[in-house]
């Protein structure tokens, strides 16, 4: 289990520095849990950005309770 700490330590490391191909790369493979407590995070951080939210509706990780709304978070159209 990824701790918070852990969380916001690679957040921050992707910091823009990474497109969202590389992120997909990066955390395909890990467990829903840390998938979600990642781009849950990085969704907060980086100002709702559509891209993340694309990206956990792809991975299905429900980030919904970044906002508190029940359901996924999508993209605006």
Same mark, same amino acid.
């Given at each position: 289990?990824? @701790?918070? %700490? $852990? =969380? ?5 490391? #992707?910091? #823009?520095?990474?497109?969202? +191909?590389?992120? &997909?790369? $990066? ?6 849990? @840390? ?5 849950? !995070? /990085?969704?907060? =951080? +980086?100002?709702?950005? *559509? *891209?993340? /939210?694309?990206? /956990? &509706? !792809?991975?299905?990780?429900?980030? *919904?309770?970044? %906002?508190?709304? &029940?359901? %996924? =978070?999508?993209? *605006? =159209?």
């Amino acid at each position: 289990m990824i @701790t918070d %700490k $852990e =969380v916001e330590d690679r957040v921050e490391m #992707w910091n #823009w520095n990474m497109n969202i +191909f590389e992120i &997909y790369d $990066e955390i395909r493979d890990e467990g829903d849990d @840390t998938i979600e407590k990642l781009l849950g !995070h /990085a969704y907060q =951080v +980086f100002n709702e950005d *559509s *891209s993340i /939210a694309d990206l /956990a &509706y !792809h991975l299905d990780a429900d980030i *919904s309770e970044v %906002k508190g709304l &029940y359901g %996924k =978070v999508l993209a *605006s =159209v």
